[in-house]
């Protein structure tokens, strides 16, 4: 029989035809992204390497090892710690750490909390450290947080800086000079290995822990054992005296499921041991609580009869049961979680993607009644944990529901390419966001406010110059741009705003084609092709695990995104804006001009308060310069 084809079965086949080309293409950007997401992987492991080749080093003193870690220049800021800053050469950093760490009898840095990004040939990456100085029956401790950057060069991943913060120190602040007095008189203490006898005695202590065998334990310790935990929280015990209080203490954690990784030191005298130990966790709830430690033991007459531990209370604080942070955000200035405040994990939609967020609900809240209502966004490249949740905290102190969230693409939220700086979506997630907010039973439609800090200032712009559903606008430290403005920035980069423009382009065709977007680091000290590049802490705040890097934050910028950042116009919105508008901003903040201009283009109600004594990134997590702003914010919303 003659087959006829018809014009369906063209179609059908058309089809089909167009179906499989997909189907190819889905597969082809699946296998790219997996083959990048396998590099990136790679990288960052070689990174850790790196990270833990030069601590370890520099504790057993191996210094050409050290060296091998390190480019051939090395910005270093040890101020924090009483040092300098600049560049150096590996030569010339080893020159002062081989005139202070060797004059110790131990010295212990217990890393961890890694986080590591990589962009192409460059990678930052933040973490904190618990670092022991030992001498003479005596320590010094520091809890330090490091931010690092790295380079490539010749397929291997070299240090290219560290910069160190101070969070807390505790012990004899005067054996750094006891160490540097030995180095000069060439009095080196020499690295000794534990004791068997003792380390038996520790050992059979964490053994105890991981069978969860309570009289096991406490037959370790003398009766008048002493344990401290000198970087233990307020609401934590730093000492515990006497075997009944060991007793009350380590009843409470027999049913957690533990296990330890140890490394032990020894010193001059042989009944004291350092230990360098991890826990993994689980609690009775069924919640990880994997901290890091240092600790000190002595053992007398085949007992415990003191030991020192430190450990990181921000990781207590977050999974120890019963134990809580102590603000709403990464920053001191976030509100008090013991403020009465009460923060819930939500989920909406946004164009198909699920994006998370925090739901601030005030002190005493009552269910029965509707409260005032803020959604609360921040910097470019920022996560809900920074700002938002801290000036949302601080709102909803004051009988506010406030609302924070992940834009599509950033932090907890779906969405890809990731960290795509795009106006069009974070316009739309904000009007999604009043979607949510004006479905929830307490929130007055009738008194929605739109508070933008920084780069989100111009999206929550235009968002309410669209949606009037959102009643009142505020702007804390508004970066406000157009075209103009961003070519004056822009031009003085490499390339310039037009080579930025074909950067985007190049990314934006090679992301269609192969579902792979390239990514540059979002803030760098170092690397001027970065979104963020200023040297000389210009970009701290997204560098610094002090301020605001770290876990919760990515220290990348989608290349794709210098098109719509480059092209946006904040500024224009302020035509089309007829609801109130309250702008709190500094003069030595981020482009005072573009608020100007937007101020002048209002036309209704309009208020502006000027902070000079602050500076943006002040504004961003300081609590003398959050609560200064917030306090104006709050005056202006409630009268």
Known sequence: MKKVITTATIALGLIACINETKKEVATKNETAMTITQTATTVAAQKIDTVINTLFGAVDQR??????????DSVYTDYTALGGDSGFKTPDEILAGWTALLPGFERTIHQVHNQAIWVAGNRASATMDAIATHYLNNDQWTVFVGYDTEYVKENDTWKLARIDVSLYDQNGNTSLPLEALKNVENGQIPALKDANTQTQTVVEAFFSALEHQDLDGLLATLDTDVVQKMP????????????????????????DYAQSYQLEFFGTAIPNTVLVKFEGTITTSEGKPYNNAYVGIYTVTNGKITEFVEQFNPNILLNGWPGLQPETYSVHAAGAPTNSGIVQEEVTFDSNGMVLKGHLFLPPNFNADKKYPTAIVTGSWTSVKEQMP??????????EFITLTFDFTGFGESEGQPRFLEDYHLKIADIKAAVDYLSQHPNVDTE?????????????????????????????????????????????LRPGGTDGLLQAAKEAKINYAETGVMEYVLAASELDPLSAMYVPENAFDYYLNPSKAAGTKYANLFAVGSWEP??????????????????????????????????YELLQGEKDIKWLNDFDQQQLYFETDAVNTAMGEVVAYLKK
């Open 231 to 254: 970087l233990a929280p307020t609401n934590f015990p730093k000492e515990l005296v006497g075997i009944e209080a060991m007793k009350k203490q380590y009843t409470g954690v027999m």
């Open 565 to 598: 950042w480059l092209t946006f116009d904040g500024i224009s919105a302020g035509k089309d804006i007829s609801q109130p508008v309250f702008i709190v901003h500094s003069e030595s903040g981020a482009v005072p001009q573009g608020a100007k201009q937007f």
């Open 62 to 71: 191996d210094w050409e090892a050290v060296k091998q870690t390190m480019a």
């Open 389 to 398: 949740d801290e000036y949302a905290s601080l709102l909803a102190k004051d």
């Open 447 to 491: 008194n929605i406010t739109g508070l933008g800090v920084c780069a989100s200032s111009g999206y929550m712009a235009h968002a309410t110059a669209q949606d009037q559903r959102i009643k009142k606008l505020v702007l804390v430290a508004p970066w406000l741009h157009n075209q103009e403005i961003a070519r004056m920035i822009y031009d």
